[in-house]
């Protein structure tokens, strides 16, 4: 038979990440950097709540755009945090985790050909997501130079008549890079005159640790123009859940669940049930997780200094963008290299973007004592590299 693939899922690159996860499967005693997922378990009240939901028979669909009770909460969390009331009738989408959500936006707001803004590095799936949907994305490229953070210069010098959006996502997935108030005010600024939507994923925002956290929907002006996105995965360590969401004007939130209903139909009414405990009693949790991620930064960080890895400090999420320019090795090479011979697992830094062949990214979600035996692992590695 014919083989009859869309061009655009035929030249599409698979996923960096996963190349490596795939690759670590089968292997003993290997100590895992590379996917992005928090190592503790969800917090037992969420659990429970979930099993309870089982036991009183709660096992259906839900409302395409989620559960009520799920929807009000998060009007109200976002209400008593920073004072923006969104109508969880109208104005909140219950997605399945924040990739979904992101996969919406892109389909309900592009034709063919309209462009969308978007740093690098950057989380794996934006590019591919525009492509899918006949956009364009328009790549601004950062540095540690300049803390791997967008600058209202760098935004206007790509702003176009073709500029349907601008994608962003902070604190970053790969580099931890983020924003204060006054550098979010700087980059709105910017964007204030312009017609454009402001697609702002910020599912690390609770795990910001040395500065606030500032939506940028708090900002003036900005929450009519803005999609604001976040879920439960990362700060509540419900990866597995699948819960994410979208809060934004009425008319985009209306057009995503049309695509939302036709495909996912609903989130998993038990990964909603388990969310919404999260919100009502488990932001203590967060902290306490958040101060451990914050003193594994610590650690980690001024280790891979030590052993002869250039990495800036992370001012949120939890992963090192760190240079191994030093080693002569292109990132692909370093990664297969140290993984067959010392059985570390990073991801290459083009997984994130092709201008970033000098880096690699690690995750420090993980127990201290597996981050000290990682870095004996890779200081080793690196000597030899060097002889």
């Known amino acids: 038979m014919v083989k009859k693939i869309s061009d655009k899922v035929q030249f599409l690159k698979p996923s960096g990440i996963r190349e490596f996860f795939d690759l670590v499967i089968g292997m003993d005693d290997v100590i895992s950097l590379g996917v992005g997922e928090p190592d503790f378990t969800t917090p037992w009240n969420i659990i429970e709540s979930a099993i309870y939901s089982f036991e009183n028979g709660y096992t259906s669909y839900t409302s395409n755009k989620g559960l009520f009770e799920l929807r009000n909460e998060i009007s109200k969390n976002i209400k008593k945090r920073y004072g923006i009331h969104y109508n969880p009738e109208t104005e909140i989408l219950i997605t399945v985790g924040v990739s979904e959500a992101n996969d919406l936006a892109m389909r309900a707001l592009l034709n063919k050909g309209d462009e969308v803004i978007i740093h690098e590095p950057c989380y794996v799936a934006y590019e591919p997501l525009i492509t899918l949907s006949d956009g364009k994305a328009v790549i601004i490229r950062t540095s540690p130079a300049n803390g791997f953070k967008l600058s209202p210069g760098d935004i206007k010098k790509v702003l176009s008549k073709k500029t349907k959006a601008i994608l962003f996502n902070y604190p970053c997935n790969p580099t931890g890079a983020s924003y204060t108030k006054k550098e979010l005010s700087a980059i709105t600024n910017a964007l204030k005159d312009r017609d454009i939507i402001v697609m702002s994923d910020e599912i690390y925002g609770d795990l910001t640790y040395d500065f606030e956290h500032t939506p940028i929907i708090t900002l003036p002006g900005m929450k009519e123009k803005t999609l604001y996105l976040n879920g439960f995965s990362k700060a509540y360590a419900m990866t597995g859940w699948r819960i994410g969401y979208a809060c934004g004007p009425e008319w985009l939130i209306a057009a995503m669940n049309k695509v939302h209903q036709y495909t996912m139909l609903c989130a998993p009414i038990t990964g909603q049930i388990a969310a919404i405990e999260a919100l009502k009693r488990s932001y203590n949790s967060v902290l306490e997780m958040k101060n451990e991620y914050r003193r594994r930064r610590n650690l980690f960080i001024s280790g891979l200094n030590e052993i002869g890895l250039e990495a800036h400090m992370p001012e949120g999420a939890f992963y090192s963008f760190a240079s191994i320019k030093k080693t002569n090795m292109d990132s692909k090479t370093f990664a297969k ?29 993980t127990s201290t004592d597996k981050l000290k035996e990682a870095l004996l692992r890779i200081g080793r590695f690196i000597k030899r590299a060097g002889k």
């Open 337 to 365: 290299k140290l993984l067959h011979s010392e059985k570390v697992a990073v991801v290459p830094g083009t997984a994130f973007g092709e201008g970033y062949d000098d880096f690699i990214r690690m995750c420090y979600a």
